[in-house]
């Protein structure tokens, strides 16, 4: 662990880091947050977006409009797509050859769920 982690200081800054997040490495400043026994871990550039995102998410507890959204992060819109494809549109060929493949070829299918 390096000394800055330890005392607490930003090393780019020579400023006190937020309760829940610490300094990493060169450009890598992580926050955590428990929230309901899960913690939730992210990673910023900077401290600036990571102080942000701790005082935004201790806002959603305390306001009670906090939702999970970890789960949502991994799964790209292609896949769900690509699913309703298989599962509910195999039997409607228009569906299936043309519309379907058309929104596959959008780019907005390579966003995450939660985005």
């Given at each position: ?25 060169v ?5 955590r ?44 819109l ?38």
């Open positions: 662990m390096s000394e800055s982690a330890r005392s607490g200081i930003d090393p780019a800054t020579g400023k006190p880091l937020p309760k829940g997040g610490w300094y990493r490495s450009d890598q400043y992580q926050a947050k428990m929230i309901d026994g899960k913690r939730l871990r992210k990673t910023f550039a900077s401290l600036a977006p990571a102080r942000r995102w701790l005082t935004e998410k201790r806002a959603e507890v305390d306001l009670r409009q906090f939702k999970d959204t970890s789960s949502s992060d991994k799964i790209p292609r896949r769900l797509v690509e699913r309703y494809r298989d599962e509910c549109m195999a039997h409607r060929e228009a569906d299936h050859t043309r519309h379907i493949p058309a929104l596959l070829d959008d780019p907005v299918v390579d966003v995450t769920l939660s985005e």
